[in-house]
Structures are given as structure tokens and as C-alpha cells.
């Protein structure tokens, strides 16, 4: 299995081979399910099963579709990938359906991978486009960051219930704002801008698709908030899960998750990694959102700084270090800054850029 975590396929597969977002969804689950299999394996988490549990069982049952549920509460590893694989092997599933956040969305691909069998993803909140993309993050059982696993197929279907979107704690809408944002600042990775006559075509592409996400979500960010806390499925609520997941996931698929995740995201790595206890209650985007500090100061963008400060604050987001639940010391961001300069994310020898970086995980503090 590790080689062909390893392998990239050349091919660009730009994202689902289905994608439904609407209210009421969850009650043609069946329906969609069904087309690829009569029965199947549904991967899931606790809280996510609670969102979702009377209305899916209902439209499975009504569509004649047989699921074994297999609740999960930990990290996506290679590990419960075999476990469950071996699960639906057994009961001899057709599909792999994943209901939840990102971890469980990663996790369904993952088992699908092993299994040799397609995925449907269903999310239940637009946290991360890990619904759509066709990758999963590892990470080792404790939780730590182990590797991306880059798929060579895209995932079957991805149906989002925007019912249960707006039901969502905003926490978890609110980091997927900060998530899909990040792209526009990230591909600049050490640069103020991308020049077009110097960018291959298909990561300007990208680029120029993160660009109108960063426009939208910044005009729409505070009402899509203000609507999920009141627990609204507005059309302001529907374009920002829409920027979050497929349109975020268009960017991730077309640059083979390369060229759109850089030091914010290597950061989400290093943390995950070396801070593994101290930041475990964070998610996702939230450290995405802290590491975008350091990426903002690093592209030369720091002027940027304090308005993306000021709009994660509205949304009650982590600022800095310590809110993520590791102390700012200098010891724990040279640590940090070993991290980013070891990756394939820095590759500057100049003392200058090495200088650059070190002030900027210093914006994090």
C-alpha cells in the first residue's frame, strides 16, 4: 500500500462524479445511493450520525439498500483504512458512503482505496472540501500528520443536505470560510502576485478559480455565519458551503493538491505533528486560519493581515498560537520553523528568505 500512496498520476480528475446540494436532500439519499450499490458499508461519527440518523435510514430503507454503520471517533490512518476494508469486505458492501466531517470523509476514501470499491461522501457541515477531492490526508493513529494519498479516480458522489448544513455549529463553517480562503494566499507562497505568462495554465486556472472563492466569501462570509447560527439554508448560507466544498475542491483537484496548500497548510502538518496533544481539540481550518499569519507575512502581504484578523474574529475563530493550545515560547516556534523549512514548501537557500520565514511564524504568537 505505501508505494502507491506515493505514486502521483499525471491525470487531472477535477472533482465528483456527482454533486447534489439542496434542502431536503437527505430524504433522496436511497435514490443516490443506490446507483452504486444495493448495499453498503456507512462510515460515520457520532455526532454526525445524530444529525442525520432518522431521515438517511428512512430513504435507505425505502430504496431497498442494505448498510452495515460503522461509528468512528478517530484519526484517518492506514490502519482503520485495513480494519474497515476488511469490515466491508466480509459483508461484502458494494459501496463505501461517508457521513461527516473531514477526518470521516478522508477516511471513507481511504477505506474505499483499500477495498477496491467507490465512495459517496456525504458532509455534514462545509468545513473542508475533503468531500470532493480526490485525496486523503493519514495521519497516524495517535493523530499525528503521516502523508497525502492522492487517488487516481474521483470519488463517486458528494451530496450535501444543506438542511443539515445550516444546523451545523458555526465553528465548523466558520473554519471552512478560513479554509477556502487560504487558497488564494497560499498558491502566492513567497510572492505578492502569479503572472499568467509565467504560471502553467492549469495552476494560474486554479489560482484565478481561488481568487473569485477569496471575493465571495469575503463579501458573504458574516451573513452565511449569522444564517447558520440561526439555523437558516439561506442562499447566502448555500453560496459559501458551495465556495467551501466543490468549488475549493475544483482548486484542490486541478493542482493534484499541490501548489494550493502551502505554508498554512504545512503548518496544519507540523502541528498535527509535533503538537499533537496540546492543538488535538482544533480543527482543521482553524489552524489553516492561524498558519495564514505566517503565510500573508512571508508572501510580503502583511498589510493583509489585520482585515483577515478582524473577520475571523467576528466568527469567533482562533487568532494566534495559544488559542490553538500551544504556547507561544520560542522554543515551540523554532519548532514550527524547522518544520516548514524541512518541507518541500521552502526551498530558498538564501539567508534572506530564511530570515523572512522566521519573522513570519513570529506573526502567529
Known amino acids: 500500500m505505501a508505494s502507491s500512496t ?3 498520476d499525471s491525470a487531472i480528475k477535477f472533482g465528483a462524479g456527482r454533486y447534489r446540494q439542496e434542502g431536503g436532500l437527505l430524504d433522496h439519499m436511497g435514490e443516490e445511493i443506490r446507483r452504486f450499490g444495493r448495499r453498503v458499508l456507512v462510515i460515520t461519527g457520532p455526532c454526525a450520525w445524530d444529525a442525520v440518523k432518522d431521515k438517511f435510514t428512512n ?15 478517530g484519526w484517518c490512518s492506514f490502519e482503520e483504512s485495513k480494519i474497515l476494508a476488511d469490515k466491508a469486505r466480509s459483508y461484502g458492501a458494494q459501496e463505501i458512503v461517508g457521513i461527516g466531517g473531514g477526518k470521516i470523509m478522508d ?34 493513529p495517535e493523530g499525528g500528520k503521516k502523508l497525502s494519498w492522492r487517488f487516481d479516480h474521483e470519488v463517486d458522489a458528494c451530496l450535501m443536505d444543506m438542511d443539515v448544513i445550516a444546523g451545523c455549529p458555526i465553528r465548523y463553517n466558520a473554519a471552512g470560510i478560513v479554509d477556502a480562503m487560504a487558497k488564494r494566499i497560499e498558491m502566492l ?22 481568487c473569485y472563492a477569496y471575493s465571495v466569501l469575503e463579501q ?25 466544498v466543490p468549488v475549493t475542491g475544483v482548486i484542490a483537484n486541478t493542482t493534484k493538491s499541490f501548489k494550493q496548500s502551502e505554508l498554512a497548510h504545512v503548518i496544519y502538518d507540523g502541528v ?6 496540546e492543538a488535538a481539540s482544533a480543527i ?33 475563530l482562533p487568532l494566534t498560537l495559544s488559542d490553538l493550545g500551544i504556547e507561544p515560547t520560542e522554543g515551540n516556534m523554532d519548532k514550527i520553523e524547522e ?6 514548501h521552502f526551498t530558498s537557500t538564501d539567508p534572506a528568505d530564511r530570515k523572512r520565514l522566521h519573522d513570519a511564524v513570529r506573526e502567529m504568537a
Open 189 to 210: 507562497n513567497g510572492k505578492p502576485a502569479l503572472k499568467e505568462e509565467e504560471t502553467p495554465i492549469d495552476i494560474f486556472s486554479a489560482y484565478s478559480i481561488a
Open 107 to 140: 477516511l471513507a476514501k481511504a477505506v474505499g482505496e483499500v477495498a477496491n470499491l467507490g465512495t459517496v461522501n456525504v458532509p455534514t457541515s462545509a468545513s473542508t472540501c475533503a468531500p470532493f477531492t480526490c485525496m486523503s490526508v493519514m495521519y497516524t
Open 220 to 244: 458573504n462570509a458574516l451573513k452565511a455565519i449569522e444564517d447558520n447560527r440561526q439555523h437558516k439554508a439561506t442562499k447566502t448560507l448555500y453560496d459559501v458551503a458551495f465556495m467551501n
Open 59 to 73: 430513504s435507505m430503507n425505502a430504496s431497498g439498500i442494505d448498510f452495515q454503520l460503522e461509528i468512528f471517533g
Open 339 to 344: 518544520y516548514i523549512a524541512n518541507s518541500r
Open 272 to 277: 498535527r505533528t509535533i503538537f499533537t496533544k
Open 6 to 8: 506515493t505514486k502521483l
Open 284 to 316: 482543521h481550518g482553524e489552524i489553516v486560519g492561524v498558519g495564514l499569519f505566517c503565510q500573508l507575512y512571508f508572501n510580503g502581504q502583511e498589510d493583509e493581515e489585520a482585515e483577515l484578523r478582524d473577520l475571523m474574529r467576528s466568527m469567533d
